[in-house]
């Protein structure tokens, strides 16, 4: 069965993510889940946090950012994500076939508020880790150091990487770009559920994992529901 459904692969969402390296003064080797620490900022007069941190116990950049300041043996890493972004982006499909590849077009800074709460958030990440009570911890700030301006700007982009948070791209709603209705039922289509993040309107402000599981909790009652309706 076909149905054209035009907000399919639209409205995708992601928290983009930015790496700052600290290196340690003595070296500790990760433990637990290598994240032991999260912080939520509110930077506008919003009453929902902007940006959020989670201190990873490991260096960690992107291809780009370490080609130009590597990593040190022996590190951690504000590891920060922009929590409410305004950019909107969009999946394609490439071609009829389940193998062939999707095209993911994340429009990551297609909204220059992005931008600026990105700059901002980094900017944040070194206050944090720059401050007096981490100091017995650090021997050096790896990236990105004290840039401003264009550098700054720059490194922004360079670090710029994904949270793996993908979400939004098949919409619940009412409207006629969404996907699913309210019991996640897909628009067109009879025995159709979407249960997962594509079905968020908007991007949680915080990790996805949890959202998805309730939204995959309600999906397995509401199928139960509908299976005992049959059967009465």
Not at 215 to 224: D, P, Q, S
């Amino acid at each position: 069965m076909r149905h054209h459904l035009p907000g399919v692969g639209r409205n995708f969402q992601d928290h983009t993510a930015f790496n700052c390296v600290w290196q340690h003064r003595v070296p500790l080797p990760p433990r637990n889940s290598m994240s032991e620490s999260t912080a939520y900022w509110t930077m506008s007069d919003s009453d929902t946090p902007d940006v959020f941190i989670c201190q990873a116990e490991v260096p960690i950049g992107t291809d780009e950012t370490i080609a130009r300041f590597g990593l040190p043996p022996s590190g951690w890493t504000m590891f920060a994500g922009i929590s409410r972004p305004k950019s909107r982006g969009r999946v394609r499909l490439t071609g009829p076939s389940p193998g062939d590849p999707i095209q993911v077009d994340a429009n990551t800074f297609g909204d220059p508020e992005d931008f600026k709460t990105a700059i901002a958030c980094v900017e944040l990440c070194r206050e944090i880790a720059n401050s007096a009570p981490l100091r017995p911890f650090v021997s050096r700030e790896v990236m990105p150091g004290n840039l401003k301006g264009r550098e700054l700007e720059d490194f922004v982009r360079a670090a710029a990487t994904s949270y793996w948070h993908q979400s939004g791209t098949a919409r619940m709603g009412r409207d006629a770009d969404c996907v699913v209705d309210g019991s996640l039922r897909v628009y067109g289509i009879e025995n159709l559920r979407v249960a997962d993040a594509s079905i968020m309107p908007r991007i949680t402000t915080g990790n996805t994992m949890a959202p998805s599981v309730i939204i995959g909790e309600r999906a397995a009652e509401m199928l139960i529901a509908d299976r005992a309706n049959m059967t009465t």
